[in-house]
């Protein structure tokens, strides 16, 4: 259980408070200090091919996961229905906005 808050602001930085790592609900700490222990080490060290793809790797990591996964090589980082799951409510919430407010349950793309 967590909490992050994003910076608004160049300058600013990332907040997190994790239920783990903080006793108290109102100690929030900068989002780097997690970054040894989560972040693989080619985030860390991006290859310059990563740099130059912009946003900090990120478009180059996506597509390198992408082309991983096509090509047999390692399962998707998020897969079908973690993706699912991340999609539907948003597109279901839609729908509801259409039909005025009216609840929708959102499907289980596992029982299908």
Not at 33 to 57: K, Y
Request: charged residues 25%; aromatic residues 12%.
């Amino acid at each position: 259980k967590g909490a992050y808050e994003s910076k608004r602001r160049p300058g600013e930085g990332n907040w997190v408070w994790l239920e783990d790592y903080c006793d108290d609900p109102n100690q929030w700490v900068p989002l780097e200090q997690f970054e040894d222990e989560f972040l693989p080490a080619i985030w860390r060290n991006p290859p310059p091919e990563a740099l130059q793809a912009g946003h900090g790797g990120g478009d180059y990591f996506e597509v390198m996961d992408f082309v991983d996964a096509v090509q047999g090589r390692k399962p998707p980082a998020i897969d079908i229905h973690a993706a699912m799951d991340m999609t539907l409510p948003g597109l279901i919430s839609q729908e509801s906005i259409r039909r005025g407010g009216e609840w929708l349950a959102v499907p289980d793309s596992r029982v299908w």
